[in-house]
């Protein structure tokens, strides 16, 4: 119970009130013992000095003549209820010359009952002395009355002490008024202690009620309701505390959508990244992955460890390996014949310590290709320069060398290299266009050309070439076919494709060339019944330098380079170049071209 704020308020102003009353009842109860016990000193040292001065026998110098007359006097005094009073004369037994009390007279005032030696003894200096009932404790007589107060007052004649008067005085009414003003002190303290109570739970709910509505609206927005809002009745600390609750929240709510937002951009960037991401913590466990990474990964779901994924995919990726990196590294992983470029690097957590590495899988597979292809590309260049260079070389080396004298020798070396001379500014030739076609250097001319024509007038370049090996060119072309094209590059399309056709055609074969409309597009067709083309080798006959029969194609003169400069004049030209073909039976490629209206 006394865990709530509320019932520790009331238990403390409980605890105030309690101990401010009891302080100030116990001072005032013994304040008011205190003043009645000094009222009735007083009044019983008036009396004792009435007594005196109203008996002469009293005030007389020789109190052993007059004891008859103090005897008289003390009778004639009205005396209180449980009021005694005692003449003492001042002799070695301290005898008991008069009293209220008759049976003492005679006595010794140290054996009477109602007398305290103690409170005699004491005025013997010559000084009243009295005792209350509170500190008779040790010195009282069983007999005596625990009640009654003592007084001792010395009577004097020329210096000396004559004797004493001797007065006990009953006040048990001052304990009762005491024990009366206790009882009200604590009806008293019951009562503030009650209303304490009381207006505690009326004030502590004036706190704790706005506290309680803070709690539960903090409660509602830790499940992520931030609409809410408490309402504010006063202008001190708690209405204060409501305000600022109130500003926290448009506050919170601005901020949450920023970062709502801002997390809604990352997802999205994440999702749709060509990249894959993988967020790893330091223990293990997968905290974050994207789609590609998932893919790549074959990652079902978060739950995994990273370490059970990318063991069985590269062993150089296992956390420990990184860890030992300092999470700051490369590396390049081959998967379902992609390559990535793996880049890794640690991310701190909110005690500025590594919280685990973010992992990047960037796919270079194009760029990893493109280098690949450089490469064999300048290594085919290379080889292809090399192969005439060499024959150049090897035949002017032998003219030098004395051949030279021997004319017909001579001139068939001279033919030889001529021939290499040709094929190497062939080779250049090609090399230079299809750089200037890379770079958008060529200025294409374009003009309304008639398809039918123009195949016409190529075809007859094609005539002595086919001839030569008994090949049949077979034309067929409709007349109303028109595009717009540069001249020369379509030219050396159709001449580059239809001479591959001439020259890969064995002896006494066919070439077709024909062409057809369909739907605004005009396909161009050049067939053969030639040595044909394997079906993995297709998708390749367009790259630079790639023969499919490499020994035959040197041993025909080309360059490699015909198809490739076919496709980037077409593709120049918003066309499109396809292949269809079988081993052995023959091969068709299909120029498409957009018709002129």
Known sequence: MFKSIRWRLILI???????????????????????????????????????????????????????????????SIQVGYNEYVYVIINDEKKTIIASSVPDTVGQSAFNANQINNYVLTKSFDGSPEHIAPPDQNQYENENENPSSYHMSFPVYSDGNIKGFIYLVN?????????????EIMTQATIIALALTVFLG????????????????????????????????????????LGNMFNFLIDELKQSMSSLVQEKSKLETTFKYMADGILTVGIDGNIIHSNPVAKKLLSLHSEDEKYDDVVESIDDKLLLSK?????????????????????????????????????????????????????????????HELKTPITTIKSYTETLLEGAIEERQLAEDFLNVINSESDRMSRLVSDLLKLSRMDYEQTKWKKDKLNVTETINEISKKLQIQAKNKDIKLHVDLPY???????????????????????????????????????????????????????????????????????ARSRELGGTGLGLSIAKQIAEAHDSTITINGELKVGTEIIITIPELI
């Open 201 to 240: 739970l009326i004030l502590s709910s004036g706190i704790t009620k706005p506290i309680k509505e803070l709690t539960f609206k903090a409660k509602q927005m830790s499940k992520g309701d931030f609409d809410q809002k408490v309402s504010v009745k006063s202008n001190d600390e708690i209405g204060q």
């Open 480 to 550: 109303d076919m028109n595009i717009c094209f540069d001249r020369d590059g379509f030219e050396q399309i159709i001449l580059n494709i239809a001479g591959n056709a001439v020259k890969y055609t064995p002896d006494g074969g066919n070439v077709w060339l024909s062409a057809s409309k369909n739907n605004g597009k005009i396909s161009i067709s050049i067939k053969d019944d030639g040595i044909g083309i394997p079906m993995e080798d297709q998708a390749r006959v367009f790259e630079r330098f790639y023969r499919v029969d490499k």
């Open 13 to 75: 102003y409980f605890l105030l009130v309690f101990l401010a009353m009891s302080v100030v009842g116990i001072y005032i109860v013994s304040q008011l013992e205190q003043i009645q016990l000094d009222m009735n000193i007083k009044n019983m040292s008036s009396r004792i000095k009435t007594i005196i001065e109203t008996s002469n026998s009293i005030k007389a110098d020789n109190w052993d003549d007059n004891t008859d007359r103090i005897q008289q006097n003390i009778n």
């Open 322 to 382: 990184l860890k030992a990196k300092k999470y700051h590294g490369t590396e390049i992983l081959e998967q379902n014949g992609e390559t990535y470029n793996i880049d890794y690097a640690p991310f701190m957590n909110n005690q500025n310590k590594v919280g685990g590495v973010i992992i990047v899988f960037k796919n270079i597979t194009e760029q990893y290709k493109i280098d690949k292809l450089q490469r064999e590309f300048v290594a085919n260049v290379s």
């Open 170 to 182: 009953n006040i048990e009414h001052i304990y009762e008024t005491v024990d009366q003003s206790k």
